[in-house]
């Protein structure tokens, strides 16, 4: 029982990184041209990485977190493929 509270918590703070991240690529115009995520998600990255060094380091440092979140899921017996779904 304890081990399922503390993946829950892992998982909300995996959303929580993922939401600062989605905020970051949303200033640097994530979500107002096409429908295609991939290429949204590219062009803000991009956009991002040539406007703010900052801003770049910042979501760099959150993906490191999002990573760290997902190895300690695996060591708390979630799959590979759970965590990678769990996304």
Known sequence: ?????IMMLIHNEKEEIKA???HLLIKYG??????DIKKQTSEAFFKMANESKEDLDK?????????????KLISMGMSKKEVLESR
Request: proline residues 0%; glycine residues 8%.
């Open 59 to 71: 979501f760099v440092g959150l993906e490191k977190e999002y990573v760290s979140c997902n190895s």
């Open 1 to 5: 029982m304890i081990d399922s509270k």
């Open 20 to 22: 600062k991240q989605r």
């Open 30 to 35: 994530f979500g107002k041209h096409s429908r």
